[in-house]
C-alpha cells in the first residue's frame, strides 16, 4: 500500500512539475534574426540576461537589437510597435514593486532603470518598451 501511494505522488510531481524552457543559444538566436528579414548578425553578446545583436536590416540599414532569450521576441527600436514612454514605464515599474529609481534611459525598444526592489536591494532592471515587462533584474555589485 505505500509502494502504491509512493508511486501515485510521484507520478503527480512529475505531471504537475512545470517545464522550463531552455534559453536560447547564440546560434538559435542568428537563426531567429534571419528568419526575421535581419540580412547579417554583426556582433552578438549576453548583457544584462538579455541577447544585443547588431544587425543589418534588408534595406542596409544597421542597428543594434534585443533578444529575450528565454521568449526569442526580437526588440527593435523601429519596430511598428509603439513603445511606453517615460511616465507609463516608470508607473508599470512602481506596480511591480520597484522604488526609489535612481535612473532611467530608453534603450532602443527596451528601458534600463537602477532601482530599489522590494527587498530594499539596489537593482539594474531591463524593461520592455512595448508592455513594460521585466525582461531581468540583476542586483548591483553581484556577478552572473
Known amino acids: 500500500m505505500n509502494k502504491l501511494i509512493l508511486a501515485a505522488a510521484l507520478a503527480t510531481a512529475l505531471v504537475c512539475t512545470p517545464a522550463f524552457a531552455a534559453d536560447l ?26 541577447w544585443e545583436a547588431d544587425v543589418t536590416r534588408a534595406d542596409g540599414s544597421f542597428e543594434e537589437v534585443i533578444v529575450d532569450p528565454g521568449t526569442g521576441e526580437i526588440f527593435d527600436p523601429r519596430s511598428t510597435r509603439a513603445l511606453l514612454d517615460a511616465g507609463q514605464i516608470l508607473a508599470v515599474a512602481q506596480k511591480a514593486g520597484f ?46
Open 99 to 144: 522604488r526609489q529609481v535612481e535612473s532611467f534611459e530608453r534603450d532602443g525598444a527596451t528601458w534600463k532603470l537602477e532601482a530599489r526592489n522590494a527587498r530594499n536591494q539596489r537593482v539594474e532592471v531591463r524593461m520592455s518598451g512595448h508592455d513594460g515587462r521585466v525582461l531581468s533584474s540583476k542586483r548591483e555589485g553581484w556577478w552572473d
Open 25 to 50: 543559444s547564440a546560434a538559435d538566436v542568428q537563426a531567429k534574426l534571419r528568419a526575421a528579414g535581419y540580412t547579417q548578425v554583426h556582433e552578438l553578446e549576453r548583457d544584462d540576461g538579455l
